[in-house]
């Protein structure tokens, strides 16, 4: 039976038929599916000859299939072996089952100009999102998942199915679906969908203003400066945050300027960072992926002032567009419990936030495991700022941890002493100097009636601190 024969056999027969007359001794059959003529044969007519099947040839025949034509139609039309037809296919994204039925690959639900990235490899990836984004930390496992990801796409543009791709990858089939829909995507993938998009700038960096789901989830990405810092860029990226809702209204409350312009929420800014470097502790919080703290801010319930003051502290947070709040009064505890009159401490604590990672590493020169308690900030470049900046600065510290006494007032201010004496003496304050305590230099001491023309307590709460360091102006 010869080849013209076979085509009017049954499909699955065509296979074992072809195979039968490559046997055959007296006629053989070329690698494209075409008898050739025997050798010393007369009047045969010469075979066909055709090139190596190409990428055109390909799309036509996967065309063809798509439209429910067969490989063994495809291929009988076009000439060539079915085997020829099912391999080429393939390499266009079509998937090809045994019984020779159509089987096509559902489109990828990932953006064209994202798999384009992701097909450069992971390394290129990993450092775009490294560039361009402040405080990202690709652990072994989110590694390992974006190499999984791009393995995917290259598998999935071969034409491998969900089954035999989550076989090759050692995945549930359920996430390899997910992936091909668009969701349910690796952390540095959705990262580095966002980076994508995100401009460059020399010394600037984009972080998330909120993460949420174990900072699989991000939004509210805002640009920010890294060392070294400088106050034009500071001044840049404050103004550029939008103050939270719940800001204005403590900033109505609390007789601030009730828009909160860029110059109020720039001295609100300081305030803040004062007050970080004295009692306001950060905490960072156990996730891997990405750098995030929150704020906690304790006061005694002694002083009915405090309120306003941890009021204060959270509208400098609300400037920034965080939220800060008051939570549960603290009970007395460690040291407090064993004074002569313990009593509960008011508490404010703010949302998790890469923008506290941000301060506490940036602005003030820390890592993550350091403390203003234990580590010196790093902060020289404060001394740059305008005066108004720097007395804010100064009011935050103070109003955290320091306190009026006889003609003076002191700062407990280790480890940053010496600092601190020379932010004060920049302001003019030259009585400014350390006092060593066992040879430890502890507290920072400043004449009253200097610090009073200051004034280095904030007139905005009139907190009793406040009113006390008054008591030495009047004096004059």
């Known amino acids: 039976m010869g080849i013209a024969e076979s085509f009017a056999q049954p499909p699955f027969e065509f296979v074992r038929n072809s195979r039968a007359i490559q046997k055959q001794s007296n006629s053989s059959v070329d690698y494209l599916g075409e008898e050739k ?5 007369t009047g045969a007519k010469p075979a066909r000859k055709r090139s190596r099947p190409t990428l055109a040839d390909a799309e036509r ?3 063809k299939y798509r439209n429910r034509t067969s490989i063994q139609r495809i ?3 076009e000439g060539v072996d079915p085997g020829i037809v099912s391999s080429w296919v393939k390499k ?25 990235l992701l097909f450069r490899g992971p390394d290129e990836v990993v450092q ?5 984004m402040w405080g990202i930390q690709i652990t072994g496992v989110g590694a390992q998942q974006l190499q999984k990801f791009c393995r995917f796409l290259d598998l999935h543009r071969e034409g491998k199915g969900v089954e035999q791709i989550a076989s090759m990858l050692g995945l549930h089939r359920s996430t390899v679906a997910e992936w091909r829909e668009g969701t349910g995507l690796p952390y540095v993938v959705k990262l580095a969908a966002i980076a994508k998009d995100l401009p460059s700038r020399s010394g600037w960096k984009w972080l998330a203003k909120e993460t949420w789901a174990g900072a699989n989830e991000t939004s509210g990405w805002v640009h920010v400066p890294v060392e070294p810092l400088r106050y034009a860029d500071l001044e840049e990226a404050i103004g550029a945050l939008e103050p939270s809702a719940e800001g204005l209204r403590r900033a109505a409350a609390l007789g601030i300027d009730p828009t909160l312009g860029t110059s109020t929420r720039l001295e609100l800014f300081a305030y803040l960072l004062g007050a970080m470097v004295g009692d306001v502790a950060t905490e960072f919080g156990e996730t891997e992926r990405l750098v995030s703290a929150v704020l ?11 309120e306003r003051l941890g009021e204060l502290v959270c509208l400098c947070t609300n400037s920034l567009g965080l939220a800060m709040g008051r939570r549960k009064d603290k009970p007395p505890s460690g040291a407090t419990l064993k004074a002569k009159d313990p009593a509960h401490a008011y508490r404010w604590v703010s949302s998790r936030s890469p923008i506290v990672g941000w301060v506490h590493q940036v602005c003030m020169g820390l890592l993550p495991t350091e403390r203003t308690s234990y580590n010196p900030v790093r902060m020289q470049w404060i001394l740059d700022t305008p005066a108004p900046f720097r007395r804010r600065f100064v009011q935050g510290l103070a109003d955290s941890d320091g306190s009026v006494k006889s003609y003076v007032v002191e700062v407990t201010s280790v480890p940053n002493s010496e600092f601190i004496v020379a932010v004060l003496r920049s302001l003019g304050l030259g009585t400014a100097h350390v006092v060593i305590e066992d040879g430890i230099p ?35």
Do not use: C
């Open 442 to 476: 502890l507290r920072t001491r400043v004449q009253a009636k200097e610090a009073a023309r200051l004034p280095m307590f904030n007139e905005w709460t009139k907190g009793y601190r406040y009113e006390q360091l008054l008591e030495y102006l009047g004096n004059g």
């Open 92 to 116: 266009v994204g079509i998937e090809v089952k045994q019984g020779q039925h159509f089987v096509a690959q559902l489109p990828l639900g990932v953006p064209p100009d994202l798999t384009e």
């Open 296 to 306: 906690d801010f304790q006061l005694t319930k002694k002083k009915e002032s405090n």
């Open 128 to 132: 775009l999102v490294v560039d361009k």
């Open 61 to 63: 025949w996967a065309e």
């Open 37 to 41: 003529p025997q050798s010393g044969s």
């Open 75 to 77: 291929a009988r039309e």
